[in-house]
């Protein structure tokens, strides 16, 4: 003899509950119900909250410290690498989910649970659901961050959305592979150990930007090395990434579903059409860099002037890309600093800085020498071009690629000034005697950021030997130790005696033999002292 209970279950003759038969009626509110008190608890999980509080924590030190990294953000590249951070909030939703799955387990109401009308595959889905406000919280951490980002002064580039996707995307996928585990099992430490593998896994795509397999990881890293490219040419199928992770959470999650004893064709329905579209999505973002990309990039390699808009400025020619227009102030500092230390008629010789890229160097890319470079200029009426590339700041963040770049335009400019010459050769160019004297001085004192980038390559410089590769390719200039000590030691001097000294003797500190004793008898300095066997190749 069988009787109903009250809550829609059945009993057996003792009076004990049958576990495995439950009724569909209040069934959804019973779910929606447990869903909104674990998602409270999710948040309020320690692993949730140390994660948020680490999140909070970069932020915050980022804004103590005068953020000079982000001073001048490369939108579509802050695009992905925003995410970063977020993979902190991912490990602690995984963690907290595994646990909040767990506690009928560990406090062992499995039972008390199965006589309710919530049994366990409703349980499970509840867990699920209880990830959505920990998943919009990192939406919310993801728009705070590219909006303020996109809101500094020197932001340029394109935000890319598809790619913006992937951080929130991550946190669920997380959240929902330590329910997953839940299921399978209950040992505590199973969690952790996912963790611990989902890091090794997105170590190792970090450390192999350029494969496509990367793309099956949760993020999918750059490059750090490679400079940013205009948004026209760069290929990262963010929107499959963004499907792929969105399809194998739902995979995952029916999967867990089923697991736990949840019955019904639409969950299969649901569970085969999830499985198809991580199949899809998988096979598209690993197709790599398509044709029309890489032949995009060889055009704007080779061929910039096409690509870009002009401003004049003072005399000076500036040519971006589309969304780096707002360099082109930071350019002209730099480009004043240098012709406002220099006689009249030179800095009124007219010049061109010229954006330009290298695309990665790859099996699908090419990489253009710079003489494909001199034609174009030639071809587009401003002949001896300074190259400028696709990194800057203001100098403070010392030592990084941005700052290089800065060190790197300043002296390419000052070159020109004094030369009347790009390099031009695929090897780097010495610059000896009097010229590399003042080559260095007009950078350094050209601004307050691009004295303090040089000085940062100084300091990461062994054998006194200056090197400024052009865009981290084999040419570019060196310049002479001895001729590089002398002007860091007339760099940010007090007085305009210097100034003076160089515009009244321009003819020969500019000539090709002045040496650097001479520069120093002219500047009424001592000459830094010759060492045997220090002298360069080409001085």
Known sequence: MTSSTALGGTSTEQGRPSPGRVVARGGRGAVSGLARVEAVRLLRHPALL???????????????????????????????????????????????????ALRSHRDSTETVYETLVVGRARRVLAHLLSLLPTVLIAAVLTAARIGYLANRPGAVGQVRYWDLLA???????????????????????????????????????A???????????LLAFEDENAAPLPVVLTARPAAAHAGWLAALAVLLATVAVLRSGGRGAGLKVVAAVAGAGVLVTGVVQTRGVSSAVVERRTAFTEHPAAYQDCTVGN????????????????????????????????????????????PFADANGGTALP????????????????????????????????????????????????????????RLSMVCGARAVLV???????TPGTREALRSVRDRTFGGAIS????????????????????????????????????????????????????????????????????????
């Open 50 to 100: 140390a994660a948020s509080g680490l999140y909070a924590a970069f932020w915050i030190f980022d804004l103590a410290t005068g953020d000079a990294a982000h001073r001048f953000p490369v939108l579509q590249d802050e695009s992905w690498f925003v995410h970063l951070p977020l993979l902190l909030l991912a490990a602690g939703a995984l963690l907290a989910a595994n646990q909040a």
């Open 371 to 426: 003489e494909s470079w001199s034609r174009d200029d030639a071809a587009a009426g401003t002949p001896g071009a300074v190259t400028v590339g696709t990194d800057w700041s203001d100098g403070a963040a010392a030592g990084d690629r941005r700052s290089d770049a800065v060190a790197g335009f300043a002296t390419g400019f000052a070159y020109r000034v004094v030369t009347g010459e790009v390099p031009d050769r695929p």
């Open 167 to 205: 951080g929130p995307l991550c946190v669920l996928l997380a959240g929902v592979i330590g329910v997953l585990l839940s299921v399978f099992a209950t040992s505590g430490v199973v969690a952790p150990t996912a963790v611990v593998g989902l890091g090794v896994l997105t170590f190792a795509g």
């Open 468 to 539: 400024m590769p052009l865009l981290g390719s084999a040419a570019g200039v060196s310049f002479e130790p001895r001729a590089a000590e002398l002007a860091f030691a007339l760099i940010g001097q007090e007085g305009g005696r210097t100034a003076e000294t160089v515009k009244a003797a321009w003819a020969e500190f500019s000539a090709h033999g002045t040496t650097v004793d001479r520069a120093a008898e002219l500047l009424g300095v001592p000459a830094p002292e010759a060492v045997t066997g220090n002298q360069v190749a080409g001085c």
């Open 207 to 217: 450390l192999n930007a350029g494969s496509s397999w990367r793309w099956l990881g």
């Open 440 to 446: 260095l001085w007009l950078a350094g004192e050209a």
């Open 315 to 358: 005399g000076v020619t500036y040519c971006a890309f589309e969304g780096f227009d707002r360099w082109k102030q930071e350019w002209q500092q730099v480009a004043e600093g240098v012709l406002h230390r220099v006689p009249q008629d030179v800095a009124g010789a007219g010049y061109t800085v010229r954006q330009r890229v290298l």
